[in-house]
């Protein structure tokens, strides 16, 4: 008996093969890479149990967790004259062609290579098809892709679940409760990825301001003993020099 996992070009599932081995050495983990266009075709077939895939897909029936953010790159031939810069926009490609899509994605980076215009995709997938000849820029206005981890409704069953713990970081000790709600307090859920750290930051500006306000008390308290003791001072000062006139 396997476990079938299929991933999607540009994942790199190396270091969960890894712990499921040495967590599941009962289980062996079969493990394909497959292209987008064909990312769900076994698991809908019964022929994979559980998929790293790339954002959106067709979800019913399925299981879905969100994952990470991939950012977007335009791959240009090495000697193309915007080569060298740090970024990119989309009006910045604007007039420039767009190499020909191919359904394998090594081909359509080869078209982009012979001159035949650019290509936008996630970085993961231009680190994977890297060639000398092109360069990856990325775009900073170009929409991210996500990837998620799915699996089928009717094969939810402890061997997923497992694995799917292994994918979010939980241990063999930790229980499943337990470790969702460490995950939950230590990062905002990934599909909330922004609005998590948006409110992240406003607990600390809330955090910081409630306490600029202790310290605003304290410190006029302060101010105003200073100054009590500056003016009996100068009290003092004003009598011993009528005295002296």
Do not use: C
């Amino acid at each position: 008996m396997t476990l079938r996992l299929r991933y999607v070009a540009g994942v790199s599932p190396a270091k969960w093969l890894r712990a499921w081995a040495d967590r599941r050495p009962d289980l062996p983990l079969e493990s394909t890479r497959v292209e987008q266009a064909d990312q769900l075709v076994d698991l809908l077939a019964g022929d994979a149990d559980v998929a790293f895939v790339r954002l959106p897909v067709e979800a019913d029936g399925l299981h879905a967790i969100n994952l990470w953010e991939e950012v977007a790159v335009a791959v240009l031939p090495k000697d193309h004259p915007l080569a060298d810069a740090e970024a990119l926009t989309l009006d910045d490609l604007a007039d420039d062609p767009v190499a020909p899509a191919q359904p394998d994605t090594a081909m359509t980076i080869e078209l982009v290579a012979a001159g035949t215009g650019h290509a936008i995709v996630p970085q993961g997938v231009a680190r994977l098809h890297h060639r000398r000849d092109v360069v990856a820029v990325p775009v900073a206005d170009a929409a991210p892709t996500r990837i998620a981890l799915v699996w089928r409704v009717e094969r939810d069953d402890a061997d997923i679940q497992e694995f799917v713990g292994v994918v979010r970081g939980r241990t063999a000790r930790s229980s499943r409760g337990d470790a969702d709600e460490a995950e939950a307090e230590a990062t905002p859920a990934p599909a909330k990825g922004a609005k998590g750290t948006k409110g992240a930051k406003g607990g600390a500006s809330t955090s910081a301001k409630g306490g600029g306000k202790g310290g605003g008390s304290k410190a006029g308290g302060a101010s105003k003993a200073r100054r009590g003791a500056s003016a009996r001072t100068g009290r003092a000062v004003r009598k011993r020099g009528g005295r002296g006139r």
